[in-house]
């Protein structure tokens, strides 16, 4: 895209191709892309909300796709330095790249966290934010990616921040560690959508 077009109309070039590869992906592969088209920016302002780059730590984002979330993030204030982005999809890895000057994009499975939070680009861990489609997942592989995020030493994240289209929380039987809260539900988004935030219950 020409650097020398005006930002807003650059940013509606960007938002347009990044729809179009969230299409085609969606029809390559529907189950690990999860939806056919990328968030709203109501759903994405609404899993930013609550985290705030006053306070120590980076965001760990997995599944970004096309940055929707991510650039929420920005907008937050939090500076691309501080975050890292886990997309396993190549055609996401490098739309990111191209478009999120100074984000770290790594082209890898999600599934792999611990790997990565012994391996930080910045100090600790504020938020891990997730956009994964985690119900194609077995239950005990989704719990695992959780208790990896929160209870796992040497890098646990503050909080879980996951969006889904059903009304329950995605994951469940967490024991008595973990704590689980709607923070939102975004009705103008393809799909409903309901964000879940995800804590230590009380500090281990
Ligand atoms: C529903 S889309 C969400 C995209 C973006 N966060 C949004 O809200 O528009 C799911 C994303 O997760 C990615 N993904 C799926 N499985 C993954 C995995 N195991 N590790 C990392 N990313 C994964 C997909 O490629 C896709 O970008």
Do not use: K
């Not at 306070?55 to 939090?78: D, K, N, Q």
């Amino acid at each position: 895209m020409p650097s020398s077009l005006p930002l807003r109309e650059r940013a509606q070039g960007r938002a347009g191709s990044g729809r179009r590869l969230f299409l085609r992906q969606f029809v390559r592969f529907p189950l690990s892309t999860g939806a056919q088209f990328p968030s709203s920016r109501w759903l994405a302002r609404a899993m930013a909300q609550d985290l705030d780059p006053g306070r120590a730590g980076g965001i760990v984002e997995l599944g970004p796709g096309t940055g929707v979330v991510t650039r929420a993030l920005l907008r937050r204030g939090f500076p691309a330095e501080r975050i890292l982005a886990l997309e396993i999809a190549p055609e996401f890895a490098r739309f990111l790249r191209e478009t999120v000057p100074g984000l770290t994009v790594r082209e890898a499975s999600a599934f792999e966290l611990a790997a990565h939070l012994a391996d930080l680009p910045f100090e600790g861990v504020q938020a891990v934010v997730s956009g994964l489609p985690l119900l194609i997942h077995p239950p005990a592989q989704r719990r695992r990616l959780i208790r990896t995020a929160l209870l796992d030493a040497p890098c646990r994240a503050g909080s879980f921040v996951q969006f889904t289209y059903f009304l329950r929380p995605p994951v469940t039987e967490l024991g008595e560690a973990v704590a689980v809260e709607r923070t939102a539900f975004v009705p103008w988004n393809l799909y409903p959508a309901t964000v879940w935030r995800y804590r230590r219950a009380r500090e281990t």
